[in-house]
T-cell receptor
């Protein structure tokens, strides 16, 4: 049972390049989330998907887009990467949003030069 | 939005010591969760605890929702307990932050052998 799987684990981009972070969960969870973690800022929610077919903005959505491809997969896209997007990105999932525990993937360390 | 404050920010222990970490929140919440981020960056869900007390081995947690705080107890600490401990809360329904898990800044725990 893999839980929440993120790819890639590491990525270096140049300013202006685009990329998609992939996330998949095999726990049949309904809700999925993308967070970023920066030193001194803790974990901040970028986007979330309460259920298949829905997505909503979190605290820091600017510069990102998401796609809930199906129940298992939730991707995060950076259309034109900026140095301010250098961060560690975590995908997470929960069975039923507010009413259930959150489970995280192992993270993607992204550097934008 | 809701404010989540954790204390102490840093804690250094000798192996075998006990400790208490505190999480205060500024408004009523649907639930509260505790996470451990190990030195490799992995985030592990320790407790889903909207109220009451739960125990898991050497760790236990208590949430008093009416007084807006939660405590995480670590007994007989081990070097593998080192890392960052986060609490996170879901605000109650009715505000714009409903459904968005808000994290505290974390407590950095170092356990020396």
């Amino acid at each position: 049972n893999a839980g929440v799987t993120q790819t890639p684990k590491f990525q270096v981009l140049k300013t202006g390049q685009s990329m998609t972070l992939q996330c998949a969960q095999d726990m049949n969870h309904n809700s999925m989330y993308w967070y970023r973690q920066d030193p001194g800022m803790g974990l901040r929610l970028i986007y979330y998907s309460a259920s298949e077919g829905t997505t909503d903005k979190g605290e820091v959505p600017n510069g990102y887009n998401v796609s809930r491809l199906n129940k298992r997969e939730f991707s995060l896209r950076l259309e034109s990467a900026a140095p301010s997007q250098t961060s560690v990105y975590f995908c997470a999932s929960s069975l039923a949003g507010v009413g259930s525990p959150l489970h995280f993937g192992n993270g993607t360390r992204l550097t934008v030069t | 939005g809701i404010q989540v404050e954790q204390s102490p920010p840093d804690l250094i222990l000798q192996e075998g010591a006990n400790s208490t970490l505190r999480c205060n929140f500024s408004d009523s919440v649907n639930n509260l969760q505790w996470f451990h981020q190990n030195p490799w960056g992995q985030l592990i869900n320790l407790f889903y605890i909207p109220s009451g007390t739960k125990q898991n081995g050497r760790l236990s947690a208590t949430t008093v929702a009416t007084e807006r705080y939660s405590l995480l107890y670590i007994s007989s600490s081990q070097t593998t307990d080192s890392g960052v401990y986060f609490c996170a809360v879901y605000p109650n329904a009715g505000g714009t932050s409903y459904g968005k898990l808000t994290f505290g800044q974390g407590t950095i725990l170092t356990v020396h052998p």
